[in-house]
């Protein structure tokens, strides 16, 4: 009876390990930048995680170097990728990869699944306040393929016209923070890292964000990528790129890929697979057509191979390509070119309306709506976050004067000089916001200490009142008196911040102008009276 019992246990044991045995294997390629062993730290759950939602399949991590990702899925050793959106991008052009999801990475309790770069110097140099002030000073970067790192601001950079090779010295450090650094120690006169790098820095108390001023170039500060960005709560100079891609090899089955993209974007926030892998969990795959485009601009990676091509050298090796190709468009051409002009106009004109309903005609700047929108979403992450921040009202003195002297558009004038020298004080991801006649709204993002925002203000006061020469020659001056209310030890309900900012610049208006007070401040001293 005994070896019988045996005999029947032995059985089920072996029974489970051939069972365990014919579960088929999907292997996920991981790019290990920082290593195989934080590869497997951080990704072992996600395979874990599959595996269980996904009964009869069993997910093994992959490790891979930047060297071993392309053998590795052109011998077939891998089913899944994961690695980032260049890498994704420029393996497309010669590997049938398809991505099925884009995961949301995790940073400040949020998950986004964009980002940027941004090109700063320290907040006191004067010299440099543009993309064309570096030319001739000395500029570090990540590394040469690093697509947040260098790639997105070299974009920039060309489409302003500016060449790297007019600076007076390009340094590759290797990593974000060496980069951060290098600027704030005086080694570099500008630099470019990742967005959310700054952010970070300043959370783990390395770096003071007042001492950082951030540069942007032409195409970010058109109004149509200004309102995309606006919402991006970091500071920011180019425009924003999808994260990492999850994608499938070509051999996998169309089954498997839609069952493991369903089990992905179905993870749960505190899931142990997002936790480790510091995800808020995964979305549909975005479009990676603008890291296509930047590597296909500045001619890098697989754009760099076909550079060397010449059209006839193609046209002839794929002539009969090219003959399919154009008999089918000149058929489709006539079709679609009066849906594509009016869906065209029709994306322009919602584009406008958008800009009109929430920016100010004249400034170009966040209306009142505008404002408030953005604000509470920024006191939200404030709360959540545990964040200090600043509502300030800022009104110009002697406005009407210039009005009444040399005419409306002389006061058009001073308003768009002041706008402009507001923005060039207060940090990308501060709020500024023109709520009508000479009157601003702005909001300062994770307020160090009332010091800081002291010096803000003073410097604003003093920026404002300098003289202003418009364009019949008139020399206009105005000044500006401001008043403050400070989250969350004054309110943390926006209207009321707004009212008690608006309560202490009527205190300041009414006892000589061109000075600044905070509710706190103004409270105290009605209190010693």
């Known amino acids: 009876m005994r070896g019988l019992l045996i005999t029947v246990i032995c059985l089920l044991v072996s029974m489970g390990a051939a069972a365990q045995n014919d579960m088929a294997e999907l292997r996920i390629g991981v790019l290990a930048k920082r ?14 995680y599959l595996g269980e939602q996904l009964p009869g399949y069993r997910f093994r991590i992959t490790p891979l170097s930047f060297e071993q990702i392309e053998p590795a899925i052109r011998d077939k050793k891998i089913d899944f990728l994961l690695t980032n959106s260049g890498i994704f991008v420029n393996l497309s052009f010669h590997h049938d990869l398809t991505a099925i999801a884009t995961l949301k990475r995790k940073i400040f309790s949020e998950g986004f699944t964009r980002f940027g770069g941004v090109v700063f110097t320290r907040s006191d140099n004067r010299e440099i306040n543009s993309f064309s002030d570096l030319v001739g000073r000395r500029f570090a970067a990540v590394d040469i393929d690093s697509l947040g790192g260098w790639v997105m601001a070299q974009r920039e950079f060309a489409t302003d016209d500016i060449d790297p090779e007019e600076f007076a010295s390009l340094s590759f450090l290797g990593t974000h923070d060496a980069v951060v650094h290098a600027v704030l120690k005086g ?27 951030t540069l942007r170039g032409s195409v970010v500060n058109d109004p149509l990528h200004m309102s995309e960005i606006s919402h991006f709560p970091f500071m920011i100079s180019t425009r924003l790129y999808p994260e990492w891609p999850f994608a499938v090899l070509g051999h996998v089955s169309n089954r498997q890929a839609e069952d493991v993209a369903a089990a992905l974007i179905g993870m749960p926030v505190d899931a142990p697979a997002a936790v480790a892998s510091k995800v808020i969990g995964w979305t549909i795959p975005r479009n990676y057509r603008d890291v296509e485009l930047a590597y296909s601009e500045l001619k890098k990676g697989v754009f760099a191979e076909l550079a060397g091509y010449t059209f006839s050298d193609v046209f002839w090796r794929y002539w009969h390509y090219f003959l399919t190709v154009f008999f089918v468009v000149t058929v489709m051409v006539v079709a679609t070119i009066y849906i594509v002009t009016l869906n065209r106009k029709l994306r322009k004109s919602q584009s406008q309306l958008r800009n009109m309903a929430t920016h100010d005609a004249l400034t170009g700047l966040p209306n009142r709506t505008y404002f408030y929108e953005l604000g509470e979403k920024y006191l939200r992450i404030a709360d959540r976050e545990n964040l200090k921040m600043m509502v300030m009202f800022v009104d110009l003195d002697r406005f009407k004067l210039v009005n009444d002297t040399y005419g409306h558009d002389a006061g058009d004038f001073v308003l768009k000089e002041v706008a402009k020298r507001i923005l060039a004080i207060v940090r990308s991801n501060d709020i500024v916001s023109r709520i009508g006649g000479d009157e601003f709204l702005l909001m300062l993002w994770n307020v160090e ?41 004054d309110d943390d309900v926006l209207e009321k911040l707004i009212k008690k900012a608006d309560k202490v610049l009527y205190e300041v208006k009414g006892s000589g102008r061109g000075s600044y007070m905070i509710h706190q401040s103004f409270e105290t001293s009605q209190d010693s009276s």
């Open 35 to 48: 290593g195989t062993e934080i590869a497997y730290q951080r990704w072992n759950d996600t395979a874990a």
């Open 187 to 213: 080694e570099v006169d500008g630099g470019t890292v990742r967005t959310d790098t700054l952010e970070r820095m300043a959370m783990e108390g390395r770096i003071n964000l007042l001492d950082i001023k």
């Open 449 to 489: 200490s009332i010091e800081k925002v002291e010096q803000v203000m003073q410097r604003l006061i003093e920026s404002i009142s300098l003289p202003m020469l418009d364009t019949a020659g008139n020399r206009l001056q105005v000044g500006a008196s401001i008043g403050a209310s400070n989250y969350p030890e």
